[in-house]
Each structure stands twice: as structure tokens, then as C-alpha cells.
Nanobody
Framework: QVQLVESGGGLVQAGGSLKLSCVVS????????WGWFRQAPGKEREFVAA???????HYADAVKGRFAVTRNNSKNTLYLQLNSFKPEDTAVYYC??????????????????WGHGTQVTVSS
């Protein structure tokens, strides 16, 4: 059974940076795609970024150019570098995977397992 554990969240000033990590166990990390989602208070969970098993990256329009998703297959770890924070980036960030289909990186139902999330709060 796949388990995902996020870390790296915290309080960040607007314009600042943070790097989230997600350690994956129990699955075939290197041959699978993985994603990041977030959920703000009172809102639905939304797609943030994803990387397929062959390295193709996808981003939500709201974070494109500011966030970067990477993976380290030797460490079974997924990363999300968050730069140029905005107040609207405040949310619980979740990693998810593996992807069932590399053609649907934006869809939550396309992911088999989820982490418990890590809180990111932006102070203005």
C-alpha cells in the first residue's frame, strides 16, 4: 500500500519561498506520476502541479512561473518549490499518487493515494 508523507509547510511572508517534500513508500515511485493539490478554507481541493513518470510537468495557471515540481527517484521523494508567495496561496498542500493515467494529471480522481497534508500560510 502506497503511503505519502508531506513536510516543509509553515508560515511565510508574501513574496517569500518554501520547499515542500513528499516521501513515498510502498509503491513504484520511479515508474509513476505524482501530483500536488491544495485546499484553502471553504474551498474545494484544487490541482497545483504534477510530474508524470517520464518527466512531463503540468501546472495550474495560478502558480505557473512561481512554483516548480521536481522528483528524486533515488530518494522516492516529490518536491514542490514555492516562490513569490501570495496570500491566496494559503492552503493545506497535499501530495498524491500514483497517477492512473498520465493524460489526466489535473484530476483528483486520477490519483490512488493521498498524504495527510501540510499547512502553508502566507502572512501579508
Amino acid at each position: 500500500q502506497v503511503q505519502l508523507v508531506e513536510s516543509g509547510g509553515g508560515l511565510v511572508q508574501a513574496g517569500g519561498s518554501l520547499k515542500l517534500s513528499c516521501v513515498v513508500s510502498g509503491g513504484s515511485f520511479s515508474s509513476s506520476g505524482w501530483g500536488w493539490f491544495r485546499q484553502a478554507p471553504g474551498k474545494e481541493r484544487e490541482f497545483v502541479a504534477a510530474v508524470t513518470w517520464y518527466g512531463s510537468r503540468h501546472y495550474a495557471d495560478a502558480v505557473k512561473g512561481r512554483f516548480a515540481v521536481t522528483r528524486n527517484n533515488s530518494k522516492n521523494t516529490l518536491y514542490l518549490q514555492l516562490n513569490s508567495f501570495k496570500p491566496e496561496d494559503t492552503a493545506v498542500y497535499y501530495c498524491a499518487g500514483p497517477m492512473r493515467s498520465a493524460d489526466l494529471p489535473y484530476t483528483p480522481a486520477n490519483y490512488d493515494a493521498w498524504g495527510h497534508g501540510t499547512q502553508v500560510t502566507v502572512s501579508s
